[in-house]
Structures are given as structure tokens and as C-alpha cells.
């Protein structure tokens, strides 16, 4: 099918892209709202790199994270089936939109997350949205597994991006960047975890092309944490290790997803380290863009990629950035300097502030 891209005002990504996913009239559309998320110009990391780079912020979505264009259309599709339950194994954002939208379809929500790894605030959210909340003694990855294996046994819908409804939800962040850009980017840069994400932007970048959006395709560059790069290595990492919490996963679902979006594309999957991925979020903050550890990794991607100098000059270039950076407060605070506490009164203040 083609046409033009006439979506603008059409509220949540279903409904924006009603053609385009595998929804019918008896589909219930259970929906925040989700999608639609600015595409942001970043002047400093242009000048930084010689190349023209935007910044997808999917930390405002409803839930904070990308999570929810998958999410609506998982819990959609469960509604539509019949089903009463739904499950996933998380690092936390998956879990925080599974429980918002399987809230909002009245239906049961359970959760495993691995134990102490989990950000505060999507813990917050999975238990405020009431879902059955389990910390698992393993890693996600182990997780994972457990879900999987619910899901075969029992009449439980797995909302993990291993459900195709979810990576058909996620590809229509891809059809974003080609509205706003008018086409395309050069380059396309995102972090990698269980490597859904990787796998739907490509879907949807492809798409693109059939639906006449776009008459080109970007080189896509996804970033693991160094402690964490399976794909990286090329084999299953048991004991993943990363700051960056969210993607801290040894054996990723999606895996020859991401490879054929790299191989295809003329793009790479790469590694950044820890230290590099806190450098690129503390830069983004200065610039006033919060994100959470894991959505960094994408800009120090793009650094270690003008490091090498594999950015074509003038080239445009999309960042994705994954998650909000208050879904986890301690990082932000643990490298701030601590408020001061001053008398209420203009003297003391002013001094503080260097202004007396
Ligand atoms: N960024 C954030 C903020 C994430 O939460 C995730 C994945 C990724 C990037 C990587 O995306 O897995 O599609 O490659 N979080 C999952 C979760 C694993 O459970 O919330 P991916």
C-alpha cells in the first residue's frame, strides 16, 4: 500500500497506523496516548560530530519508555483473544508499561524482575499500576526463560518483545523519524538490549520504503554496554554486567534480529563502556535531555563512531533515547553535588550563590 503519510492528530499509535499493523474492527484499542514523541535537534552533539544529529526522546511516552508502542499493541491483541492474564520478564520498563496498559484492560498483570537490578522508579510504576510484582533470584535472562515457560503451561499472554505484536507496535517509532525528517536518516543509532527495539526500526524503516515514506534506508548502529555484548562477542554472556540496568542481558531474544538490521544495513553491532555511557548522560542532562543509563549508550555510540570517524560529514544522524532518566533518581543524585540548606532569608542565599 502507499499514499502520503498523513497521520498528524491521530491520538496513539494504533490508530495513527490503523493500515499498517495487524489490527480489525474488533480489535479493543487499549491506549495511553502513546507515540507521537518530539524528534529533538541537538546542537551540541552536531558540532561535536560534523554531522546533523536528532534525538528520538521515547522517555515521553505515557510510561516513560518506548516500551509503549509495543505495549499497546500486545495488550490489545491479548484483549482481543480473550485473555485474562498477561506476563513478562523485565529489567523494568517493559514491566511499568505491561502493568499501565494490562491495568487500564482490566486484566492481571505478573511480573518477574531479576532481583536488585531493577531502577526505583519502574519498580514504583509495576507496583502502582497493581501488577504481581516477583523478584527472581537469577538475571533477566534467566527470567526470561521462567516467563516462557508460563506462558506454554498455563492460559498466560507473554508481552516480552518475543510476541510479534510488540515489535509491530515498536516499528512505528521508525515511521516517526520519516515523517519528521521527510525521509530517512543516514545513520540510526540506538542501544541494545533484548534487541526488540533494533529488530522493530528496521521492520519499520523497510516499511517505509514499500509505503512510499521514504526513498532510502539508514545504516543502523545498536550499542550493548561493554559487560553486557553478547551480540559483541558472539556468544551468550552468563553473568552480564553494566551500570546500565536495562540492558543488562547475556542472551538477547532478538539477537539475529539485530545482526540482519546491522548486516543488511551496512551498520554494526558495538559495545560502549560504562564509563562512556555515564559521560553521555551526564552531556545529554547539561544539555537538558533526562535520560535514564541505558538510552546513553546510544550517544556514546555516536561518539565512539566520530572517535573512529566512521560519521560522513553533514551526515543526519538519529539517536534514539529509550527511557526517561527519572525512571532512576539515585544515579542522577549520586553524581550531583548535594543541595545546600541556607537560612530563609536573601543575604545568605545570594552569598551561596556567589551573587552577594
Ligand atoms: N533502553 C531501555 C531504557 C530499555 O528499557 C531497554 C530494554 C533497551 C534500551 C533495549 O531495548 O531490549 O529492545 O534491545 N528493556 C527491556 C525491559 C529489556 O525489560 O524493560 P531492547
Redesign the pocket.
Known amino acids: 500500500m502507499t499514499g502520503p503519510l498523513t497521520v498528524a492528530g491521530k491520538r496513539g499509535i494504533i490508530r495513527r497506523y490503523l493500515d499498517q499493523l495487524p489490527v480489525s474492527a474488533a480489535t479493543p484499542i487499549v491506549t495511553l496516548d502513546e507515540g507521537d514523541t518530539p524528534l529533538i535537534f541537538s546542537e551540541r552533539l552536531s558540532q561535536e560530530t560534523g554531522a546533523e544529529v536528532w534525538l528520538k526522546y521515547e522517555g515521553l511516552n505515557p510510561t516513560g ?3 509503549d508502542r509495543g505495549m499497546t499493541m500486545a495488550i490489545s491483541k491479548a484483549l482481543e483473544e480473550g485473555s485474562k492474564v498477561v506476563v ?10 505491561a502493568a499501565a496498559y494490562a491495568g487500564r484492560a482490566g486484566m492481571v498483570c505478573a511480573v518477574l524482575i531479576p532481583e536488585g537490578n531493577v531502577a526505583l522508579g ?1 519498580l514504583a510504576q509495576a507496583l502502582v499500576h497493581g501488577a504481581r510484582v516477583l523478584e527472581v533470584k537469577g538475571n ?1 535472562d534467566q527470567a526470561l526463560e521462567l516467563t516462557k515457560q508460563m506462558a506454554d503451561e498455563q492460559p498466560i499472554t507473554l508481552v ?2 518475543v510476541n510479534p505484536f510488540r515489535i509491530e507496535g ?1 516499528k512505528t517509532a521508525a515511521f516517526e523519524v520519516v515523517e519528521a525528517l521527510g525521509r530517512a536518516p543516514d545513520l540510526h543509532v ?11 526500526y528496521w521492520k519499520g524503516y523497510r516499511e517505509a520504503i514499500d509505503l512510499g515514506w521514504s526513498d532510502s534506508l539508514p545504516a543502523m548502529f ?1 550499542f550493548q554496554a561493554d559487560g553486557a555484548n553478547p551480540i559483541v562477542t558472539g556468544s551468550p554472556i552468563a553473568s552480564p554486567k553494566t551500570i546500565a540496568t ?2 543488562r ?1 547475556g542472551n ?1 531474544a ?1 539477537w539475529s534480529g ?1 545482526t540482519d538490521a546491522a548486516n543488511d544495513s551496512g551498520g554494526r553491532i558495538s559495545s560502549v563502556r560504562d564509563k562512556e555511557i555515564l559521560e553521555a548522560y551526564r552531556s545529554l542532562a547539561a544539555e537538558g535531555v533526562f535520560v ?1 543509563l ?2 546513553a ?1 546510544s550517544v556514546a555510540g555516536l561518539r565512539q563512531m566520530a572517535a573512529e570517524k566512521r560519521i560522513p560529514p553533514g551526515a543526519t544522524v538519529v539517536c534514539v533515547l ?2 526517561h532518566g527519572l ?1 532512576d533518581p539515585d544515579w542522577a543524585i549520586a553524581g550531583a553535588p548535594r543541595p545546600l540548606t541556607v537560612e530563609a532569608s536573601i543575604g545568605p542565599i545570594l552569598e551561596h550563590l556567589d551573587l552577594a
Request: hydrophobic content about 35%; proline content about 5%.
Open positions: 519508555s518506548f516500551k513478562c520478564a523485565s529489567t523494568g520498563n517493559t514491566s511499568a508499561s519502574k533477566f516480552n518483545s515498536q540506538m542501544p541494545v538490549g533484548n534487541a526488540g527495539n533494533i529488530t522493530a545498536g536495562a540492558i542481558i538477547p532478538s539485530a535514564e541505558a538510552s549508550a529509550t527511557g525512571k
